[in-house]
């Protein structure tokens, strides 16, 4: 991991993907979904102290009646002024809108935390990256199915995407 870089809450968001009752209560390595979400809980508590945005991603089943139980984001995570995204692929931005309500927003860099780190968040960093975005990987926010896929993600793929830190690395500007 590298030296975190001091965010401007003006032009940074925190993105957690897939902080729902039914996914955090999976099998998770090399952390638990409830560690995990605990963790976003607290980047999400400074971001929005700091005036920063946050967005939460969470995924529908495309063509079905009903959504299986535990398919809203997990109680307590959402608050007023979050920015929700529905989607329905394994990335958070196609056919979502969100780039253009970031770009509305001015937010250059995205700070990323969810499960699976190698599917959800992989998949919506890598397309964050393609259309521009500065990135920043929140390592003790994420899980994956094992350990091992985990680590691929956050020791090959998100080095070269971005910068990789832990929550206690992560700096705000002050108002």
């Given at each position: 991991m590298t030296a975190a870089p001091v965010l401007d809450p003006q032009r940074t968001a925190l993105?957690?993907?897939?902080?729902?009752?039914?996914?955090?209560?999976?099998?998770?390595?090399?952390?638990?979904?409830?560690?995990?979400?605990?963790?976003?809980?607290?980047?999400?508590a400074a971001f929005r102290a700091a005036g920063a945005l946050v967005v939460l991603i969470r995924v529908e089943r495309p063509a079905v009646a009903e959504q299986p139980p535990g398919s809203g984001l997990a109680a307590g995570l959402p608050?007023?002024?979050?920015?929700?995204?529905?989607?329905?692929?394994?990335?958070?931005?196609?056919?979502t809108g969100l780039d253009e309500r970031l770009r509305e927003r001015g937010i250059r860099t995205l700070l990323f935390g969810g499960i699976a780190t190698n599917l959800?968040?992989?998949?919506?960093?890598?397309a964050a990256a393609d259309l521009g975005y500065d990135l920043v990987f929140v390592e003790d926010a994420m899980a994956a199915f094992t350990a091992a896929e985990h680590d691929a993600s956050v020791r090959l793929d998100f080095p070269r995407l971005g910068t990789v830190v832990t929550a206690a690395q992560v700096r705000l500007e002050p108002r």
């Open positions: 993105v957690l993907v897939d902080l729902m009752d039914r996914i955090v209560a999976l099998p998770l390595e090399p952390r638990k979904g409830t560690e995990v979400l605990a963790t976003a809980e607290e980047l999400a608050r007023d002024g979050d920015l929700e995204i529905v989607k329905r692929t394994i990335g958070g931005f196609q056919g959800g968040v992989e998949s919506t960093a890598r």
